[in-house]
């Protein structure tokens, strides 16, 4: 079959590649949309940011297959061991799968403390992904696609999870004010995931007026141009006090488009005395951090690790991310403006994913495979 491998001294290909093996628990997939993510054209182009000491340590052994974590295609084979009757699954079925699989062996694993396993696998990076005509997932891991969400949704479906846990992560509580720094599709719907959680005041800051609008579409109360005084603004609307939550989206490499360090920075600046931040961008892996400021203010620091969530419940997570979307509370179509046909275009969709705002891109490129 054919799927997108990495050369040593990070060279992208669409090459052939043996059909991957299925074993008794597992499922496998034919892929029929995938969605690049900014963290995969970062390690693609060996910046310094999260797994790409492990990626490089790979890349000595030779090419190999890499990406696609962001998917949803059909179930074409079951293992011997998958139960029908007893997964809900079945061949012919649409279906997504959450990314970050615990080990099941390591002591947290043996805990029930999944979310602290030490060797988590992850689809795309550790283990092949959906860059390829078909991926094999752990049954354990797949989550059906409901009726009435789009294929293209469903391959979005992972940032709009990681959404939802961040502000599970914040604790975010009935009224309480949130300020999302960032215009991206994890910001934007951030605003979305915060609005249906019951908070009081929502602002996003960013410095496209079309991603101003979409930001009142999904949403937010108050609009901040990202070019003017962000922090007064962000105090004048909280009385002086600062925000209760701030959802940091936007930081990482300018290479990318994206915002440096100055965004956390502000985020510091803009949350309350013992108020709370995610950081849910991809800042470079040793950037430094306003720890003095943080402590000052006692604030909390929370950096979501998976956009599933704690790995046991990541499949809620996302089943929860599709019952938004099913409601119409949440329509990621609405972010996806660039779609390319095939492995075949994978350094046009990379291109358009490293160069959103050249594009006009809001979410990164998909690639719609036949």
């Not at 696998?121 to 094999?136: H, K, N, Q, S, Y």
């Not at 989206?249 to 510091?268: H, P, R, Y």
């Not at 179509?333 to 994978?346: F, K, Y």
Request: glycine residues 12%; negative net charge; proline residues 6%.
């Amino acid at each position: 079959m054919q799927a997108v491998v990495v050369k040593p001294g990070f060279v992208v290909d669409v090459a052939e590649v043996p059909e991957p093996r299925c074993g008794p628990g597992d499922v496998v997939i034919a892929v029929r949309r995938v969605q690049l993510s900014v963290t995969e054209c970062m390690l693609l182009a060996g910046a310094d940011v999260a797994l790409s000491d492990q990626l490089a340590r790979r890349l000595e052994d030779g090419p190999l297959q890499f990406g696609g974590h962001e998917f949803a295609g059909e179930i074409i084979a079951l293992g011997t061991a998958v139960d029908p009757e007893a997964t809900g699954l079945r061949v012919g079925q649409r279906v997504t799968a959450v990314e970050t699989l615990p080990c099941g062996t390591c002591a947290a694993c043996r805990r029930s403390w999944a979310g602290a396993c030490v060797a988590p696998a992850i689809i795309g990076f550790t283990r092949p992904g959906a860059l390829a005509e078909r991926v094999v997932v752990p049954a354990s891991a797949v989550v059906p696609v409901p009726d009435g969400v789009s294929l293209s949704a469903a391959a979005a479906i992972q940032p709009l999870a990681g959404a939802v846990h961040a502000h599970a992560a914040l604790d975010v509580r009935p009224g309480e004010s949130v300020l999302v720094l960032g215009g991206g599709v994890m910001g934007l719907l951030g605003v979305a995931v915060a609005r249906h959680g019951n908070a009081g005041l929502v602002a996003l800051s960013t410095h496209s007026p079309r991603k101003l609008e979409l930001g009142r579409r999904f949403g937010a109360d108050a609009l901040i141009d990202a070019g003017s005084d962000v922090l007064a603004t962000a105090l004048e609307l909280t009385d002086g006090i600062g925000f209760d939550v701030v959802l940091e989206t936007a930081g990482g490499s300018a290479d990318v488009g994206l915002a440096g360090l100055s965004t956390v920075e502000l985020a510091a600046q803009a949350v309350r005395r013992g108020g709370r931040i995610a950081m849910v961008s991809v800042l470079d892996a040793h950037a430094p951090l306003p720890t003095g400021l943080l402590r000052s203010k006692s604030v909390t620091l929370v950096h979501p690790r998976s956009g599933a969530g704690d790995y046991a419940s990541g499949a809620s997570v996302f089943e929860h991310s599709f019952g938004l979307v099913q409601r119409n509370l949440v329509d990621p179509d609405a972010l996806i403006t660039h779609t390319v046909p095939g492995l075949g275009a994978i350094h046009e969709a990379m291109d358009i994913t490293q160069h959103k705002s050249r594009y006009g891109a809001i979410n990164p490129a998909q690639m719609e495979l036949s």
